[in-house]
């Protein structure tokens, strides 16, 4: 079992940048990549970005594409969103996720940070 904690969301301005952290902890040798989805009110939960664990290869949706930057610490338990050039429609909640595998759905998720922008 693999338990995953966000933090770093807040309130900011548009045009602002905010960093949110996802640290991963019990069987996170058993991860095979690590995302970021959100969820604004009235609104499917959405993909924003993701990383393989070994290759650190990364994903993004076209609509933070250039904006957001996905990482992961030396010690590959932590994961980081850095979002740039924040928009309002950024707002909502975003949650970290783990794979375990090339084929299988996200399966362990956070409790969620909420990113706020204001216009």
């Known amino acids: 079992q693999v338990q995953l904690v966000e933090s770093g969301g807040g309130l900011v301005q548009a045009g602002g940048s905010l960093r949110l952290s996802c640290a991963a902890s019990?069987?996170?040798?058993?991860?095979?990549?690590m995302g970021w989805f959100r969820q604004a009110p009235g609104k499917e939960r959405e993909f924003v970005a993701s990383?393989?664990?070994?290759?650190?290869?990364?994903s993004y949706a076209d609509s933070v594409k250039g904006r957001f930057t996905i990482s992961m610490g030396n010690a590959k338990n932590t994961v980081y969103l850095q979002m740039n050039s924040l928009k309002p429609e950024d707002t909502a909640a975003y949650y970290c996720?783990?794979?375990?595998?090339?084929?299988?759905?996200?399966?362990?998720w956070g409790q969620g940070t909420q990113v706020t922008v204001s216009s």
């Open positions: 019990g069987r996170t040798f058993s991860i095979y990549a």
């Open positions: 996720a783990a794979r375990y595998s090339s084929g299988a759905d996200f399966g362990s």
């Open positions: 990383i393989n664990r070994n290759t650190r290869s990364t």
